[in-house]
């Protein structure tokens, strides 16, 4: 009789404690997915000075209501404690009561760190406890640079040379570090110079006319109308050339060719692990909505020269004073 009235008193107090919380809010079951303890097999990967949120399951036979849609309903009482390493990064918000815990991650490095979260019953179920874990890794933030000058390959520096010089036939290259896929923002400027060598007319891909004002040929800057160069599955890059292949002096219609300037910028670089680490801020994957990387604009000129049109040789006429 004893025993059934613990029982009794057990269960009342249960049900007492069983609440809807608005505190959680509903699990994104469609893009969160269970991960593994098993560092050998699975390993969550974020870009360092990101941060991201980490959620558990609660226990199926305490929280029976849990995963109710729309109810998402925690027994009340219980506790849920996240440890995360110090060197990893910092917390935000409680480490305690929650099923998630947001990480402001910390240094880039190659260790695993091991986040734990426990699992406390309140008294009334014997105070008891369990625990999981997940491996996370810190990846260092993408990058990309043009690769370096070589000629007869890669032109990597400022390049001012004839039209018809060899080095013309070279490519124009981006190296990378990430985890691809990739997404860059670049941009090309193809522009004739007029006589005081400022900027003139400005020219699409196939090399004609677009007008006095600015125009680029290519723009991968991340706009609505034009988006950024996604996609990038290896950690070089080969741009775009002039839909002829060549980079020529251009004439513009006057019958005149002119020194060209075709101008390649980097603006910046994400990657698939920096792009999954800005998911609380865009959940949505908004193409527009990315963080970018290593932003400092890098610039390569390539200025192509007419060869000079010399006119007549004047002399004196042989019939002179004929």
Known sequence: MKKMNFLRTVMSIAAAMLVTTGVFGQVEVADYQPISG?????????????????????????????????????????????????????????????????VLWGAADPANYNVVVTETSP?????????????????????????????????????????????LTDIVQATLTGITNLQMLWTLEIATLNASAAKDEYFDLDKLTLGAVQDFAIERAGTVADPQESGINALTFDFDRPNDGDYTAIDPGSGTKKATL?????????????RKSDYLSNPTAAAQSWTYYDTVAET?????????????IYHIPNNWNN
């Open 123 to 167: 008294a009334a179920y014997g105070g008891c406890s369990g625990d999981t874990n997940v491996y996370v890794r810190i990846l260092a933030e993408p990058t990309v640079t043009f690769t370096a000058d070589n000629p007869g390959s890669i032109i990597g520096a400022d390049l001012t040379v004839c039209e018809g010089d060899a080095r």
């Open 262 to 274: 075709y101008t390649y910028v980097i603006n910046g670089v994400n990657d698939r692990i920096s």
């Open 38 to 102: 098993d560092v050998t097999a699975e390993i969550d990967s974020v870009t360092t000075g990101t941060t991201t949120r980490l959620y558990v399951k609660p226990d199926a036979y305490y929280h029976p209501n849990y995963t109710a849609v729309g109810s998402w309903a925690l027994t009340g009482g219980f506790t849920w404690t996240w440890n995360v390493p110090v060197a990893a990064g910092t917390p935000q918000g409680e480490l305690t009561d929650d099923v998630w815990v947001e």
């Open 300 to 312: 390569i000129v390539i200025r192509v020269n007419p060869a000079p049109v010399t006119g007549p």
